[in-house]
């Protein structure tokens, strides 16, 4: 277990692969922490340095008083990099992880060398929507949530497995406070203008079925940034790389190839 001690945070973090090889970043999603990406990780190609860590308020990090600004997130996460002395990663961003992404790679380009946009957009939902998930969870906990929240996360099928079950626990599970702040920071993201202005390769990933983000959101906000390619997963929602592990892993694999990073 490695824990970056930043200085008014201390942040969970999970190291794989070949600790010289090019760096490649994973930010999970809204109520996960970085079991996300369990199915990925070993389908990636050898020669990579995979680097996973939970945001403030989610899985071991800690969890300080919210609401949380998207800034400090992508502060956060700006500081781990900074620590572990990466340069040059692709950065793959999942839900609010995608939002991470885009802010990162606005502020600092010496970071970031690639996005992997994955079920995000430069503005999800309206902030009273958010405000109204903050209430709910004050008022009866993130289990007031969980149904509604899974069947936007799968497609139908994954929902009738027993492996849904384990998805809706980790959710239930994360910490209130770490939840709603988080649900602050995207409520008050609106970053069409600033990931307009960026120019590096960029792949979009979006599931058919996501009720969160929609695959015509996603593509709208890859579409911001020139040259950019779009990749949609059928049969899947919010999380297809849980789902649909395996023709997310070969789009990432190939997104990797076509910019150098392999």
Not at 28 to 51: A, H, M, Q, Y
Not at 108 to 121: G, I, P, Q
Not at 234 to 250: F, L
């Amino acid at each position: 277990m490695h824990i970056a001690d930043l200085g008014d945070i201390k942040l969970h973090y999970r190291e794989d692969g070949d600790p010289d090889g090019a760096p490649i970043v994973f930010a999970n999603s809204l109520g996960t922490d970085l079991r996300l990406w369990d199915k990925i990780v070993p389908r990636l190609p050898e020669g990579l340095r995979i680097i996973r860590f939970d945001k403030r308020g989610h899985g071991l990090s800690d969890c300080p008083p919210g609401p949380y600004s998207m800034g400090t997130l992508v502060r956060d996460t700006e500081r781990l990099l900074d620590h572990l002395q990466v340069k040059d990663c692709v950065f793959v961003g999942l839900s609010i992880g995608g939002m991470i992404a885009q802010g990162l790679a606005v502020k600092r380009l010496d970071l970031v060398r690639a996005l992997v946009l994955s079920n995000t957009a430069a503005k999800i939902g309206q902030p009273q929507m958010w405000q109204d998930r903050i209430e709910a969870v004050k008022q009866d906990g993130i289990e007031a949530l969980a149904d509604a929240t899974m069947e936007r996360w799968f497609a139908r099928p994954f929902r009738e497995t027993a492996e849904m079950t384990g998805w809706r626990n980790m959710m239930t599970r994360q910490p209130e406070e770490g939840y709603m702040g988080c649900c602050a920071a995207i409520a008050g993201t609106d970053f069409y203008t600033p990931t307009s202005g960026l120019r590096l390769p960029t792949l979009g990933i979006a599931g058919s079925d996501d009720g969160s983000t929609p695959p015509d959101l996603v593509r709208e906000t890859v579409d911001l940034i020139p040259g950019s390619k779009f990749h949609l997963i059928r049969r899947a929602g919010h999380i297809p790389c849980v789902e649909q592990s395996e023709n997310y892993a070969d789009a990432l694999i190939g997104f990797l190839k076509e910019v150098g990073h392999l």
